[in-house]
């Protein structure tokens, strides 16, 4: 049995994307954030972290039960468990982790940083708001030349690496990034989130914000 605490957001979606894509039944578990739920004393007991998302699989390895928080981490554990969408060797596989980093430590915290500054600051902070705001363009240039030269962010095959780059990029509104002015990233986009599993985790992760009274 897999159990996903999530929300309906960026980092989160990831994780049911790679299982509906895998084709593996879970049971998912709305986390609300806007409540700050993930900072409540019984969620930091299964993620010290305090975030979204978390992955608990009864069947870990050795048999074991296995709680695994990060979501580039935890679609490492689900393709190495299934054996799909992360080649095993070679330089096939080391593209996907070269594209895995580069979502997660460049576009996805650019994104939350210029989304925090134009949205949630307290007061204005231009000159760090630019900052992550240029970031967002130069990032997005070099992966807009990647995909100019790839059907998928590490090859022509689809794999996990796609899926970590979609979770921003679906919620891309929040740092007020336009795929217009990225051609391929939007054709890649597309591409992506024509995908029937994709279509899936979307309609489950969105289900999980309550309707407002
Ligand atoms: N590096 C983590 C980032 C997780 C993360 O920042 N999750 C956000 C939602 S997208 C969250 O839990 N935010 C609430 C908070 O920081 O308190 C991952 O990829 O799983």
């Given at each position: ?75 490492i554990y689900l393709a190495e468990k299934t054996g799909k969408l992360l080649p095993m060797y ?11 980093f580069f979502h997660l430590t460049g576009i996805g915290p650019a994104m939350g940083q210029a ?99």
């Amino acid at each position: 049995m897999i159990n996903v605490y999530a929300f309906a957001t960026p980092n989160s979606v990831r994780v049911p994307i790679a299982l509906e894509e895998l084709g593996l039944p879970y049971v998912l578990t709305a986390i609300n954030v806007r409540k700050g739920e993930q900072k409540q004393p019984g969620y930091l007991a299964i993620n010290p972290n305090g975030k979204v998302p978390v992955l608990v699989d009864s069947d870990g390895p050795g048999g074991k039960s296995l709680t695994l928080g990060e979501s580039g981490a935890i679609l490492i554990y689900l393709a190495e468990k299934t054996g799909k969408l992360l080649p095993m060797y070679g330089e096939a596989r080391f593209r996907v982790l070269e594209q895995m980093f580069f979502h997660l430590t460049g576009i996805g915290p650019a994104m939350g940083q210029a989304g925090y500054f134009q949205k949630q600051a307290p007061e204005p902070q231009p000159s760090a708001q630019a900052r992550f705001e240029n970031e967002i363009v130069r990032v997005m240039q070099v992966l807009d030349g990647i995909l100019a030269e790839r059907t998928y962010v590490a090859s022509d095959e689809f794999t996990i690496a796609d899926i970590v780059h979609f979770g921003w990029m679906w919620r891309r509104s929040f740092a007020d990034v336009d795929l217009q002015l990225y051609p391929n990233v939007q054709r890649w986009h597309d591409l992506i989130d024509g995908r029937p599993a994709v279509q899936k985790a979307l309609d489950r992760v969105n289900a999980l914000i309550p309707a407002l009274a």
